[in-house]
């Protein structure tokens, strides 16, 4: 199953210069784990709420002088709106990362796709095939 028809497209994006308050504000109104940053479309990092943890909090750190760009992980990985689920799984596995930015073609942004997504998905397909088995199980 292609990507683009797994992930959502509501992704919560800021800037590089966009400050942590803001970033956490937005994690507390949206109900989310994680802000994507961008430069222009093109996905650049990501912040998540444990980055603010540990890089902010742990460290002490005077939110008041950090930015979106002090704490994301640059190392992004994304992944093209037409690869598969397989592709996704392996390449969080790879990276030990929960999420995944989608992008087009051109590297722009298009959505997002984590593990809960993944897991949720599973779960249906398990809940699928328990009811092919059900059906077919003769009767005790």
């Keep these: 199953m292609p990507i683009e028809n797994l992930a959502r497209s509501d992704v919560v994006t800021a800037a590089t210069d966009e400050s942590i308050h803001e970033l956490a504000a937005a994690m507390q109104d949206e109900e989310i784990g994680s802000v994507v940053i961008t430069d222009g479309d093109t996905p650049v990092g990501i912040v998540t709420d444990r980055d603010l943890t540990i890089q902010v909090l742990a460290e002490r750190a005077d939110p008041d002088e950090i930015s979106a760009e002090d704490v994301m992980a640059d190392d992004l990985q994304t992944i093209e709106h037409g690869a598969g689920f397989y ?23 298009n959505g997002i796709i984590t593990a809960d997504d993944l897991n949720e998905l599973l779960a249906d397909e398990h809940q699928e095939l328990a009811r092919v088995v059900r059906a077919q199980r003769p009767p005790y």
């Excluded at 392996?90 to 722009?108: A, C, F, N, W, Y």
């Design 87 to 109: 592709e996704a799984t392996e390449l969080m596995s790879k990276h030990g990362i929960r999420r995944l930015p989608v992008t087009d073609t051109d590297g722009d942004l």
